[in-house]
């Protein structure tokens, strides 16, 4: 069973452009968290989506982010007019079950130039 | 609202010695808590989840203990290696209707050979 994976693991954007962050959970899992770890800080929560539905989006910044879990195919977060201050490492978990134990991914590294 | 300390922000210890790393949380309604390691530039590798009726979970040299009453858990290291310098770090859920997890700042940690 093959882990949480994650792709790209690094991304280079420049400002302005898009970048587009995917995560495909563990076998099983229907639930996927985002979350955020900018320079220097700890790990933020982002997003929580079951298959199709986002169910708590409430570390999401109002512009420019949105997050999808499609019923086929991995979970993508989007970021339009990428900044600067948007450089952070991504991570992505997985749950088979909402009140369970998350299996976090390698994580993908943002720069925005 | 949900705060997680970690005490100290950073260690240094030789080889063979035993250490403790400290989590604080500032709501004791959790049913969980978890530790992780994350080694530079890399993703979270789960270490120890302990359930809100346990009081502690071992594995290998590592021993976790919960204390929700006092908002504490502890990590205990024994005959700590050079392998174990990574970033620690405690989560906990956040609350209400999901699963998110809260994250302490971490903890540091360097074993001098």
């Known amino acids: 069973n093959a882990g949480v994976m994650q792709n790209p693991r690094h991304l280079v954007r420049r400002r302005g452009q898009e970048a587009r962050l995917r995560c495909s959970p563990m076998?099983?899992?229907?639930?996927v968290y985002w979350y955020r770890q900018l320079p220097e800080e700890g790990l933020k929560f982002m997003v929580y989506?079951?298959?199709?539905?986002?169910?708590?989006e409430s570390g999401m910044p109002k512009e420019r982010f949105s997050a999808e879990f499609p019923k086929e195919g991995p979970s993508i977060l989007r970021i339009q007019q990428v900044v600067r201050g948007d450089s952070a490492a991504y991570f992505c978990a997985s749950s088979p079950f909402q009140d369970h134990e998350q299996f976090f991914g390698p994580g993908t590294r943002l720069t925005v130039l | 609202k949900q705060e997680v300390t970690q005490i100290p922000a950073a260690l240094s210890v030789p080889e063979g010695e035993n250490l403790v790393l400290n989590c604080s949380f500032t709501d004791s309604a959790i049913y969980n808590l978890q530790w992780f390691r994350q080694d530079p530039g890399k993703g979270l590798t789960s270490l120890l989840l302990i359930q809100s009726s346990q009081r502690e979970q071992t594995s290998g040299r590592l021993n976790a203990s919960l204390d929700k009453s006092s908002g504490r858990s502890t990590l205990y290291i024994a005959a700590s290696q050079p392998g174990d310098s990574a970033t620690y770090l405690c989560?906990?859920?956040?609350?209400?209707?999901?699963?998110?997890?809260?994250f302490g700042t971490g903890t540091l940690l360097a074993v001098q050979p």
């Open positions: 989560a906990v859920p956040g609350g209400g209707a999901t699963n998110k997890l809260i």
């Open positions: 989506l079951q298959k199709e539905n986002i169910i708590d």
């Open positions: 076998k099983g899992h229907s639930h």
